[in-house]
């Protein structure tokens, strides 16, 4: 074991407001060592396979970042048993390369992959041009926001998946109590997961639709897995609270005005409730929730504008060679690549997106992607500050792009939904890395990593994701067919006709104004935007079980507080023990998620459903499920009160 001190959630940092990183900034150990580059690089590329196969078949990615370090934890201690060794900080930086790759397929899974919608080709060498300059606008435009959001803004953004990986690196290094947690959590979530989606044994996803009277289309219902329960946890209720509040707005009131209103598709006229519910929330909900999103991220460009125009005045002063040095005098713990590599960086990028010819974006283009992607960095760094990255958004900034970026090249005559696409992936791209370097960032501050050093590991994980992105998506293509049953790309189609629409005038914009409306009425209620846009723009299923778990947390507080001392340390402890569990609930379903995708990609058992279903009927799947739901809560309960009190804190 390395050296090292345990860091505790109530533990004040040297420099105040914060906690004591595991590794102190006055001590250096390994950190970016070939060793690290090596096997964060192999485990890039098979998370960017695995997700970008997942988020087609599914809609959904799953965070690389925990995963990749309990697959980093298992090599390293392999490599100690053979006399190598390895450091905590190096595994952080293979969690914080390996993550890039998963990052990056999200936002080209969900935009790049339209483009076989609109009857055109995967362009390979396309598709990798746009990744690595939207991959690196992601990673240059979050520099300059990290002090703000990771360290100033630390007990109001949690960071739910960064925060647990650093207590799985923790945990794995102490190899005290903290590992018997988190493997706890770990295996019955991989348990959970494999009955469930291996086996067809039990539903995970439970709702239901209802009327009031003459209200039609009320409709409630959970996608109650281990992760979302977890992270649920680890936000706290309050910010699960504002999420769920979202959700109840979108699905307890607008989707019931709209049915019974008669707007609904006329595909789902004739369907089932819930059914038609699913519709009028796919056709017209998320713009409500992508209008308040943009006013929502324009919200928080002008809260942090401080914080904005500080970093900005930084890069001019290195710039003149006036802070040349600045940076390399700071404590390790708070080194940044420097400024004037932010805002050279970003111009040459913005250079690229017009002169490279297979970006296809044109002059308007690249000028809208540099400063849509800059508001959406922003955005996206925050919200995953939030709900986490396995929640973040992204086709919801995508779509906002979209909408700004074809009316804006509509107006120029451009009537190409291609070019529309490609704009919108440099900022789905950018978003989507920059929500995963500020989760990668706040492990870091946690763990005491130098932030220069993640931030040269995230650049060099992105190229290589995205020298192969192009390769994978036109396999895909080749091998199933995007938009087929095997990989409908629900996302990407969407992006698609949204892209159609606006150019042919057929879009949403009164929805849209309306989720802009409400944004302002929040925003004049002093209650957070984002968050509750996030709820509106989720499904209800994504929403519901991350409340269950913000509910978890406050019910084991109450308790615990009930016997708690004085100084609070039995609390502290309870917090701790239910975040590593949390983490293992995450890590377990993250890990099964990548197990059911190979499966699938080698073709081992049934082409569709569950590879080994047990052929139960639906109502037998239903009753079980929620069996496992209430089990599961159980176990996790009973994990962070057993021995409360008597072991240390892990």
């Known amino acids: 074991m390395e050296a090292g001190g345990s860091r505790t959630a109530t533990e004040p940092s040297s420099a105040g407001g914060g906690p004591s990183p595991y590794i102190p900034a006055g001590q250096s150990i390994a950190e970016l060592t070939i060793k690290a580059v090596v096997i964060g690089l192999a485990l890039n590329v098979v998370m960017l396979t695995a997700n970008m196969y997942l988020g087609m078949r599914s809609g959904m990615t799953i965070s690389a970042s925990i995963p990749a370090a309990v697959i980093s934890m298992g ?4 490599l100690r048993r053979a006399g190598i060794g390895g450091t905590i900080l190096e595994n952080n930086i293979v969690q914080t390369m390996t993550s890039a790759g998963e990052a990056l397929a999200a936002g080209v899974i969900f935009t790049i992959a339209g483009v076989t919608f609109l009857d055109q080709p995967i362009d390979i060498v396309g598709t990798a041009a746009v990744a690595v300059l939207g991959g690196l606008l992601g990673v240059l435009f979050m520099i300059p926001m990290r002090r703000y959001l990771i360290v100033d803004k630390h007990e109001e953004l949690p960071y739910p998946e960064g925060t647990a990986c650093a207590d799985v690196l923790e945990a794995g290094n102490e190899g005290d109590d903290g590992v018997k947690l988190i493997s706890f959590g770990f295996i019955v979530s991989f348990i959970y997961m494999w009955l469930a989606n291996g086996m067809a044994a039990f539903r995970t996803t439970l709702q239901t639709a209802f009327s009031a009277g003459q209200t039609r289309g009320f409709a409630i219902g959970g996608d109650f897995t281990p992760a979302l329960v977890g992270v649920g946890y680890i936000i706290g209720p309050k910010i699960a609270g504002y999420v769920f509040g979202g959700g109840l707005i979108a ?13 609904v598709p006329e595909s789902a006229a004739d369907a089932a409730l819930i059914a038609q519910a699913d519709a009028v929330w796919d056709e017209y909900i998320r713009y409500v929730g992508a ?4 006013v929502g991220g324009f919200y928080a460009i002008v809260s942090m504008r401080g914080t904005i125009v500080d970093a900005l005045g930084t890069a001019f002063e290195e710039l003149r060679g006036s802070a040349a040095t600045a940076t390399d005098s700071r404590k390790r713990t708070q080194r940044d690549l420097p400024m004037k590599l932010v805002v050279g960086g970003a111009v040459l990028i913005a250079l690229a997106l017009v002169a490279v010819p297979q970006v296809q974006v044109g002059i308007l283009g690249g000028f809208i992607a540099v400063i849509a992607a800059f508001l959406f960095v922003a955005v996206s760094a925050y919200l995953v500050g939030v709900v986490g990255s396995s929640s973040n958004p992204v086709s919801g900034m995508a779509v906002a792009t979209i909408l700004i970026a ?10 190409d939904p291609v070019v529309v696409l490609m704009t919108a992936s440099v900022v789905a791209i950018a978003a989507a890395v920059a929500g995963d370097t500020s989760q990668d960032l706040k492990t870091g501050y946690l763990l005491g990593a130098t932030p220069r050093k993640q931030q040269i590991a995230q650049v060099i994980g992105i190229a290589l994701s995205a020298l192969f992105a192009g390769w994978i998506l036109y396999f895909f293509n080749e091998a199933y067919g995007i938009g087929s049953d095997t990989i409908p790309a629900p996302q990407a189609g969407m992006m698609a006709l949204i892209s159609e629409g606006v150019l042919t005038g057929t879009a949403q914009w009164g929805m849209i104004l309306i989720g802009a409306v409400f944004a302002c009425v929040l925003i004049l209620m002093d209650v957070p935007v984002l968050p509750f846009a996030v709820g509106i723009y989720l499904p209800i299923t994504l929403a519901t079980p991350i409340f269950l778990g913000g509910l978890l947390r406050a019910g084991i507080d109450k308790y615990v507080a009930r016997k708690d001392d004085e100084d609070g340390t039995l609390a502290a402890q309870a917090t701790s023990r239910g975040r590593i ?5 995450i890590t377990g379903e993250a890990i099964m998620g990548i197990v059911i995708g190979a499966l699938y990609i080698t073709g081992t058992g049934a082409a569709s459903g569950a590879p080994f279903a047990l052929g139960l009927a639906g109502d037998t799947q239903t009753i079980l499920g929620g069996v496992a739901i209430v089990a599961l809560i159980g176990l996790f309960t009973a994990s962070v009160l057993r021995n409360t009190g008597n072991v240390a804190d892990a």
Request: proline residues 3%; charged residues 5%.
């Open 75 to 78: 090599i390293f201690y392999g």
């Open 251 to 263: 699905w307890m009131m607008l989707i019931p005005l709209l049915i019974t209103g008669g707007f």
């Open 291 to 294: 209008g308040a999103m943009i």
């Open 406 to 415: 074809a009316l804006a090249l509509k107006s120029t005559g451009v009537n």
């Open 581 to 585: 569990v949390a983490a293992g609930l």
